[in-house]
């Protein structure tokens, strides 16, 4: 995936090489550049508003509460609830090549306000409410995320009468497929609920463990015993994305971690992935993440 192009953000002189900073507030939200200079260790942090990060340049190793460390990379976001505290190192930071780190401020009745829109025209299948969790929710971004965040640091140093408006449009967008985003993730990650299995959570358990198989959306709308066009409408409206697309993302995910672990050539990866050939799956992993196989 491509990284996000912060060059023509308009930055104030550098007087701190620790979390150099660069704000753009508008109404409901504030959009900040983070600049790190200098190798740092254990800086503490507290969020007071919900907050979506996005890295854009170098590394940061992220402590979120009591939770373990990770590493937070170019083309990774994680979106955290308000008074979320961290504790963060900067070990690659250098006055030649900062760190930097995007940050966008919303205010929680911003996010009540698309959560409350979502729930009247667009009620999801399971019958659970939109809303943002009260825990931080870590992901790698999508084309239309990057995207949309791009286009926010654009309308932020834009000098235009209409700037709140633009950037209130686009922070709807960017909110709604954040909370699609989590919906995904939840159905992923909470076992319990896949163990109850409705329609669309047992689907996406079956896709999950059956990843190298021949996979179709009449398949799936059987074992969710509905038709396969109601199957589709509901999957998509649960998931944010259809069917196929969903299946697809989740091969790249296992092509990539197969890369990591460097115990397969990209042949074998690509058959346990579930595509027939090593071409194909180069092309998607490349659409998805922006970089070839050989070059991740």
Request: hydrophobic letters at 40%; proline letters at 4%.
């Amino acid at each position: 995936m491509p990284n996000l192009n912060v060059n023509h953000f308009r930055t104030r002189p550098l007087d701190a090489l620790v979390e150099n900073r660069t704000t753009f507030t508008m109404e409901n939200v504030a959009l900040s550049l983070f600049e790190t200079h200098e190798e740092a260790k254990a800086v503490k942090i507290r969020c007071d508003t919900p907050v979506l990060a996005s890295m854009v340049q170098g590394r940061k190793v992220m402590q979120l509460g009591e939770k373990p460390a990770f590493n937070f990379l170019p083309g990774e976001s994680i979106m955290m609830p308000s008074q979320e505290h961290l504790t963060i190192d900067f070990p690659d930071a250098h006055k030649n090549e900062p760190t930097k780190c995007l940050a966008l401020e919303i205010d929680q009745s911003k996010i009540r306000e698309v959560s409350d829109l979502l729930n009247e025209c667009h009620p999801r299948s399971d019958g659970r409410d939109w809303g943002r969790g009260n825990k931080s929710f870590y992901f790698r971004n999508g084309l239309g995320l990057t995207q949309l965040i791009q286009r926010l640091v654009f309308l932020c140093t834009e000098d235009h009468a209409s700037k709140d408006m633009f950037v209130g449009l686009s922070v709807r967008e960017l909110l709604v497929r954040l909370l699609e985003s989590e919906a995904r993730h939840q159905e992923l990650q909470d076992s319990q609920r896949r163990a109850i299995s409705p329609p669309i959570t047992a689907a996406v358990a079956y896709i999950l463990n059956h990843l190298e198989e021949r996979l179709t959306v009449d398949q799936l709308s059987q074992l969710a015993c509905m038709s396969s066009s109601g199957f589709y409408r509901a999957f998509k409206g649960e998931m944010g994305m259809s069917p196929i697309e969903f299946i697809n993302e989740e091969r790249i995910k296992l092509g990539a971690s197969l890369l990591r672990q460097g115990e397969h050539n990209i042949q074998e990866i690509a058959l346990l992935c579930g595509f027939n050939s090593a071409s194909y799956f180069t092309r998607m992993f490349k659409r998805r993440l922006g970089v070839k196989p050989t070059g991740f």
